[in-house]
């Protein structure tokens, strides 16, 4: 049921994947990472954020979900309050983390971010990434939750007109989730979220998992 779904739906919300004693160890490995920004990136090659991208492809509550053989590519920690606040549009998360960059006419949408290069992912890679966000603290209905609009994920890249159309169609969705839980998504899925005006700090660590094997001679940045 749970993987029918996330296939029609494009997400699912999963309680319980990760214990509070194991939410309190993230948040000490975390201390001091973040500055004063809203977050960190480039988390993946940690010694324990590997564990951790390890402990969810292994677990059963997320079989169904995340496909055999995918891999880790990106851990990104992301915390949202009232002091640290921000708004995000309606968007698909398109761009990947890659090693070099390359001239293809099949690739666009280059950046440079914190010395790593990202692109715009090919269509048939889009469709098999999976996000994994893992609240480390509760995330209520005024703590700046994700917005998403089911079924979304599988109309393939929409541009910004169309998204505003689909979502006036179709509705959206808030996903409050307490702590340990998985917010699991396709990142086609079109999705925002509001600032803060909760108590929580929003605390999450936001997984990326794709297919081991990029094409155009396109490698993963890092991937365990």
């Known amino acids: 049921?749970?993987?029918?779904?996330?296939?029609?739906?494009?997400?699912?919300?999963?309680?319980?994947?990760?214990?509070?004693?194991?939410?309190?160890?993230?948040?000490?490995?975390?201390?001091?990472?973040?500055?004063?920004?809203?977050?960190?990136?480039?988390?993946?090659?940690?010694?324990?954020?590997?564990?951790?991208?390890?402990?969810?492809?292994?677990?059963?509550?997320?079989?169904?979900l995340i496909p055999q053989g995918h891999l880790a590519v990106q851990c990104t920690y992301f915390e949202k309050s009232r002091d640290t606040n921000w708004l995000v549009a309606l968007h698909q998360d398109l761009a990947i983390p890659v090693q070099r960059k390359l001239e293809h006419p099949a690739l666009k949408g280059w950046a440079l971010k914190d010395a790593t290069h990202f692109v715009q992912a090919p269509p048939?890679?889009?469709?098999?990434?999976?996000?994994?966000?893992?609240?480390?603290?509760?995330?209520?209905?005024?703590?700046?939750?994700?917005?998403?609009?089911?079924?979304?994920?599988?109309?393939?890249?929409?541009?910004?007109?169309?998204?505003?159309?689909?979502?006036?169609?179709?509705?959206?969705?808030?996903?409050?989730?307490?702590?340990?839980a998985a917010l699991v998504m396709r990142p086609l899925l079109l999705h925002a979220s509001s600032k803060a005006s909760g108590s929580s700090r929003r605390r999450v660590l936001h997984f990326l998992f794709g297919p081991a094997q990029l094409p155009y001679g396109l490698a993963w940045a890092a991937a365990v």
């Open 124 to 180: 048939q890679v889009l469709e098999q990434l999976v996000a994994v966000r893992v609240h480390l603290e509760d995330c209520g209905p005024d703590d700046g939750p994700l917005r998403v609009v089911p079924g979304s994920h599988a109309m393939g890249v929409i541009d910004s007109a169309a998204a505003l159309q689909l979502r006036d169609e179709r509705g959206e969705l808030a996903c409050p989730a307490a702590q340990g």
């Open 1 to 64: 049921m749970l993987a029918e779904a996330f296939a029609r739906d494009g997400f699912a919300l999963v309680p319980g994947v990760l214990a509070a004693d194991g939410c309190a160890s993230v948040l000490a490995e975390l201390q001091g990472r973040t500055g004063q920004g809203p977050g960190a990136r480039h988390l993946l090659t940690l010694p324990w954020c590997e564990r951790m991208a390890g402990q969810l492809r292994a677990a059963q509550l997320l079989a169904d």
